[in-house]
Every structure is written in structure tokens, then in C-alpha cells.
């Protein structure tokens, strides 16, 4: 069973550019969930969907972050215009159920804004 | 403000012997405990858990202790290898947000 997938791994832009990274989950899991990681800190909570829909987006920094997951499979984060703050790892995870249960992550996508 | 906290950033423990690695917590409502390893360049990868309803969960080298009134958890792993240097976050999901919030981790290294 294929494990939660995330691209690109890594992203090198330009202050004001945009990016978008994506997540495909566990088959099933119908939880899906951002998490950042600046250097040294916390694994930040960013949003949470469940199938489709936003469960929880308290956790995203600003408008210029925005996330989708049309017909409750893969999800798109997209920052635009990206600033010098917004590098770090940033992490998917899944689970298949609300709560009490393991979440799964992915390998992280690495930005990197200069 | 910080509702899971793990104060140590970093523990050294020498081959063979127990690592023990500690997290708080400040909502007593959270239901299910997780501890996650993290290696250089990858993705957290889950360890063990327990629920708030035991004081314990064992599996192999890995102990989970939950000390409700103290709201404090902590992960023994007896005995320490090499293999196991790595960063351990400490997570807590809460029943209210069905959030999973996290610590800032420890960075443990088992000296051979």
C-alpha cells in the first residue's frame, strides 16, 4: 500500500514567485492534513479537510496561502506571492478516521524562498 | 502558546542503556497520545501511541508511560541503539478540533 506521496521534495523560489505543492494520501483516508516545520520549531497544525471539505483552517498563516482537494483525493497548497517567512518543510499527513487514530505523513516538501 | 511542550531539546544516552524522553501537555481534554520519529530529510514515522484511558502502552523496546494528573507522557526506550538517534516529537489530538498538535521535539543520540 502506497504510503502518503508528496511533490516536489524540493522548491528553490524567488521572493513574490508562487508555488504549489501537493499531496496525494492514503488510499481511503479521508483526513488530510498540512503541517509546517520551521527550523528547530514545532510541527505546526496549518488546515485540516476532511473528504472535500475544510474541517479546520485556523492554523494557516494568510490569504496569500491557499489550499484545495477537489473531490476529496490529492490536495493543492499554493502560496502566492510567496515571502522570505514562508520556508520550511511542509508535511501532509492522513489518517482515516476524525480522531483517536494514527496520522500518517509524508516525506515533506522542502521551500526554500529567496 | 504552547498546549504540547517537550523542554529537553536534545538527551545523550550511551548504547544499551534507556533513553527516557518526556512531553507535557496543558488540555486535559486531549484523548490519544503519539510519539513520532523524524530522521534528517524525511517525514515524521510514527512510533506509538496510547490512549487516555491507560497509563501504558509497550511495544518491543518501546514503552509509552500517560500520567493524567501530572499531564505529562513520557517514551522509554530500553535498550538504546545507534539506530535510534533521531528526533522525537510528542503529539496529542484534541477530541474538540480533531487537531493533532505537536511538540517541538527532542533530538536524542545513542552514543555507540
Known amino acids: 500500500e502506497a504510503g502518503v506521496t508528496q511533490f516536489p521534495s524540493h522548491s528553490v523560489i524567488e521572493k513574490g514567485q508562487t508555488v504549489t505543492l501537493r499531496c496525494d494520501p492514503i488510499?481511503?483516508?479521508?483526513?488530510l492534513y498540512w503541517y509546517r516545520r520551521v527550523m528547530g520549531k514545532e510541527i505546526k497544525f496549518l488546515l485540516h479537510?476532511?473528504?472535500?471539505?475544510?474541517?479546520?483552517e485556523s492554523g494557516m498563516p494568510n490569504n496569500r496561502f491557499l489550499a484545495e482537494r477537489t473531490g476529496g483525493t490529492y490536495s493543492t497548497l499554493k502560496v502566492q506571492p510567496a515571502e522570505l517567512e514562508d520556508s520550511g518543510v511542509y508535511f501532509c499527513a492522513s489518517s482515516p478516521r476524525l480522531s483517536g487514530n494514527t496520522i500518517y505523513f509524508g516525506e515533506g516538501s522542502w521551500l526554500t524562498v529567496v | 502558546d504552547q498546549q504540547v511542550k517537550q523542554n529537553s531539546p536534545s538527551l545523550s544516552v550511551q548504547e544499551g542503556r534507556i533513553s527516557i524522553l518526556n512531553c507535557d501537555y496543558t488540555?486535559?481534554?486531549?484523548?490519544?497520545f503519539l510519539w513520532y520519529k523524524k530522521y534528517p530529510a524525511e517525514g515524521p514515522t510514527f512510533l506509538i501511541s496510547i490512549s487516555s484511558i491507560k497509563d501504558k502502552n509497550e511495544d518491543g523496546r518501546f514503552t509509552v508511560f500517560l500520567n493524567k494528573s501530572a499531564k505529562h507522557l513520557s517514551l522509554h526506550i530500553v535498550p538504546s541503539q545507534p539506530g535510534d538517534s533521531a528526533v522525537y516529537f510528542c503529539?496529542?489530538?484534541?477530541?474538540?478540533?480533531?487537531?493533532?498538535?505537536f511538540g517541538t521535539g527532542t533530538r536524542l543520540k545513542v552514543l555507540a
Open positions: 488540555n486535559s481534554m486531549f484523548d490519544y
Open positions: 479537510f476532511v473528504k472535500e471539505s475544510k474541517q479546520d
Open positions: 488510499s481511503g483516508h479521508d483526513n
Open positions: 503529539a496529542a489530538s484534541d477530541p474538540g478540533t480533531y487537531k493533532y498538535i
